[in-house]
């Protein structure tokens, strides 16, 4: 049975509403996660606003994936608390679960339905899981159509609603794929490298995707191009050895010491 921190029983997760009063959609409080003995996050604390855009940036091996792992239950922490608001305690649920309380989580490599259009893939979506086929035979009602219309608007893919996805640009199919998740209505949107091997046009249409999505939803961005970073974000948290070496605007970062020499030192060296 899962419970809320009161000891409440909770017994559907899409109907979990996190108590954000503080402001706060996700704690992370003293985690750390060792592989063999190696500290991948050490101590961790890690706070992110209801509605904001977040980035995070590290260098290889700062502990990034593996925060993300652990906020979406792929991997457990060995010690430490991970809520979503201030109530509902993440660790109490599996991967599925914190998917369908309203952490949607966007990989690098885009997983579409090649063969099924645009438009096909994002039913799918809205219906859970049926399996493809019993989705695909069962009739959307108005309100779920009016909802994919607004998703593909979102997601600047209307013109190619009937497109296999196939077809789609590598951008577009990131795209796709984040309309794939809003479908879910996710309070949380936790997106790994969005703009790897976009071209300059798209990853400009991503920072604006992205930049729309915050306030609605809280957006978590990894990314290593740092020019993106500087395009969309308001607060950057800098990883290091698995804990927070910064956080701030990014001039702050930028002309933060510690930060310009074990991170931005290697990126301009
Ligand atoms: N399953 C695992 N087993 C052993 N070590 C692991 C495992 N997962 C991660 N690590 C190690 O933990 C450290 C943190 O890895 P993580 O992938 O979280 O870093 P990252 O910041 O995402 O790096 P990158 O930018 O390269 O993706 C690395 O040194 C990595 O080798």
């Not at 799918?124 to 219309?149: C, P, T, V, Y």
Request: proline letters at 3%.
């Amino acid at each position: 049975m899962i419970v809320d921190k009161t000891g409440t029983p909770i017994t559907e997760t899409e109907n979990i509403q996190p108590d954000t009063r503080h402001g706060v959609i996700l704690y992370v409080e003293d985690v750390s996660v060792s592989f063999d003995g190696f500290k991948a996050l050490n101590d961790m604390n890690l706070y992110i606003n209801d509605g904001e855009l977040r980035c995070l940036i590290g260098a290889n091996g700062a502990g990034k994936t593996t925060l993300m792992d652990v906020i979406t239950g792929k991997t457990r922490p060995d010690t430490g608390k991970v809520s979503f608001g201030q109530q509902v305690d993440l660790l109490q649920l599996d991967e599925a679960e914190i998917a369908n309380a309203g952490i949607g989580r966007k990989f690098q490599k885009p997983t579409v339905f090649e063969q099924l259009s645009v438009f096909e893939n994002i039913e799918l979506s809205l219906k859970g899981n049926k399996g493809i086929w019993a989705s695909l035979f069962h009739k959307l009602n108005g309100e779920q159509n009016d909802r994919i219309a607004e998703i593909l608007h979102t997601i600047n893919l209307i013109q190619e609603r009937n497109y296999p996805a196939g077809r789609l640009s590598h951008g577009q199919k990131q795209w796709l794929e984040i309309g794939m998740l809003l479908a879910a209505k996710p309070r949380v949107l936790l997106v790994d490298e969005p703009v790897a091997g976009m071209t300059g046009q798209e990853t400009e249409r991503t920072a604006e995707l992205l930049t729309s999505l915050a306030g609605e939803h809280s957006v978590v961005v990894v990314e290593h191009d740092m020019a993106f970073v500087r395009s969309i974000a308001r607060t950057v948290t800098v990883l290091h050895q698995g804990s927070v070496l910064a956080e701030g605007t990014m001039s702050e970062i930028q002309s933060n010491p510690e930060v310009i020499q074990v991170y931005l030192g290697e990126e301009q060296g």
